[in-house]
């Protein structure tokens, strides 16, 4: 069985850091297309940043490109998302996600496997 489990999340003033990581277990990362997502209160999850199973290919959402980072490290089984200059907007649950498709276009739908989630705090 596949388990995804994040950790990293909490309260940070607007213009700090976070990173978040996600600890993979059950199946080999390196097979696998992985991604954070974000569901801030009221909103739909929506799609944060992929990496492609090598970690030679990112792709991120136009709101945090810049100022994250996704990485992988297939050797520990994790992902980690560098998240700097944040934002009062970026407060959201930070969900880790993965997918067997190639693609790092992906969509809730697209994933496979999810965390439960680490909440994120910007204050301003």
């Known amino acids: 069985q596949v388990q995804l489990v994040e950790s990293g999340g909490g309260l940070v003033q607007a213009g700090g850091s976070l990173s978040l990581s996600c600890a993979v277990s059950?199946?080999?990362?390196?097979?696998?297309?992985m991604g954070w997502f974000r569901q801030a209160p009221g909103k739909e999850r929506e799609f944060v940043a992929a990496?492609?199973?090598?970690?030679?290919?990112?792709y991120y959402a136009a709101s945090v490109k810049g100022r994250f980072t996704i990485s992988r490290d297939n050797a520990k089984n994790t992902v980690v998302l560098q998240m700097n200059s944040l934002k009062p907007e970026d407060t959201a649950v930070y969900y880790c996600?993965?997918?067997?498709?190639?693609?790092?276009?992906?969509?809730?739908?697209?994933?496979?496997?999810w965390g439960k989630g680490t909440l994120v705090t910007v204050s301003s």
């Open positions: 996600g993965a997918s067997q498709r190639l693609s790092l276009n992906i969509r809730n739908a697209d994933m496979n496997y």
């Open positions: 059950g199946r080999t990362v390196s097979t696998l297309t």
């Open positions: 990496v492609n199973r090598n970690g030679g290919s990112t």
